[in-house]
Nanobody, 124 residues
Framework: QVQLEESGGGSVQARGSLRLSCAAS????????MGWFRQAPGKAREGVAS???????TYADSVKGRFTISRDNAKNTLYLQMNSMKPEDTAVYSC??????????????????WGQGTQVTVSS
């Protein structure tokens, strides 16, 4: 059974930091492209960051230079380090998995499996 479980969300003040984790199980994690997505109330889902099976990464322009995605294949875990956070980063953050050897992708329709999400709130 495929499972993706996010943790690490919470409330933080502007310019603060949070680190999200996504624990994966039930599939060969190292063979999957992984991504972080977010959705704020009343807004469409947005691709935040993605990492491919070789460690290549891509980021949304809105988070470039502030967020870092990484993966630990030994622990079947995906991370998102978020620094210099802004109120507009407030959203539910979800991790996703895609069985692909391709380049990292921020397109949600590429992904096969999704976690439930974790709330991140940034106050000014």
């Amino acid at each position: 059974q495929v499972q993706l479980e996010e943790s690490g969300g919470g409330s933080v003040q502007a310019r603060g930091s949070l680190r999200l984790s996504c624990a994966a199980s039930g599939f060969p994690y190292s063979r999957y492209r992984m991504g972080w997505f977010r959705q704020a109330p009343g807004k469409a889902r947005e691709g935040v960051a993605s990492i491919d099976t070789s460690g290549g990464t891509t980021y949304a322009d809105s988070v470039k230079g502030r967020f870092t995605i990484s993966r630990d294949n030994a622990k079947n875990t995906l991370y998102l380090q978020m620094n210099s956070m802004k109120p507009e980063d407030t959203a539910v953050y979800s991790c996703a998995a895609d069985y692909s050897w391709g380049l990292p992708s921020l397109r949600a329709d590429n992904y096969d499996y999704w976690g439930q999400g974790t709330q991140v709130t940034v106050s000014s």
